[in-house]
């Protein structure tokens, strides 16, 4: 008897810890210097891309770093915080690029972010985004680890989007079927 216990036991234990290991993605940090490596498709072609940010208390910006074109762009704290656009742009007009107030660069904003986890949707550059809760989780990783992201993809296109669960920073780590053909996906952070 106290064997068969002991056996159910560590069948549990062991189903617990399990869950437990599985339960935990990777949720990427944005913190002063955090460098994220991304590839990106261009219209056809393929590049790196490389953003190092800049995070103070009057904007947060990105050193973008790619073939030769470095700029830094740069996200006013309104944006940050309830911005409802997504910049494309690739640094090449200017050496530092100030955004409007409501244009952000690889992430949504906060209120967007909110608005997806609140209501499993959220409206950005005119287009709603609607969470896709059937997606396989196991899809996005990093250097071995599953980034804890959420999928939505687009009502007016087919453009499908992977953002991170992260209320404070919420960084686009993949988009797909992007009909202006920039289709980044992030494979590197250092902090």
Known sequence: MMSKMKNIFLVILFCAIYQTTIAQNYVPT???????????KLHGQTRTLQLTAEISKN???????TRGVNSKIVMLPE????????????GEYAPVLNLESNETFFMISQSAYQDLVKNNSFVYNNTTYVLDKSYDKNGISIDGKT??????????????MWIIKN?????????????????????????
């Open 30 to 40: 944005l913190k002063n210097n955090t460098q994220l490596h991304y590839v990106c």
């Open 59 to 65: 904007a947060l910006a990105f050193k973008l770093e």
């Open 79 to 90: 944006a940050v915080k309830s911005g409802n656009a997504l910049s494309f742009n690739q």
């Open 147 to 160: 980034i804890d992201a959420l999928h939505v993809k687009a009502q007016i296109d087919e453009t499908e």
């Open 167 to 191: 209320p404070e920073f919420p960084l686009i780590c993949k988009i797909i079927k992007n009909p202006l053909g920039i289709n980044p996906t992030l494979v590197k952070v250092v902090d």
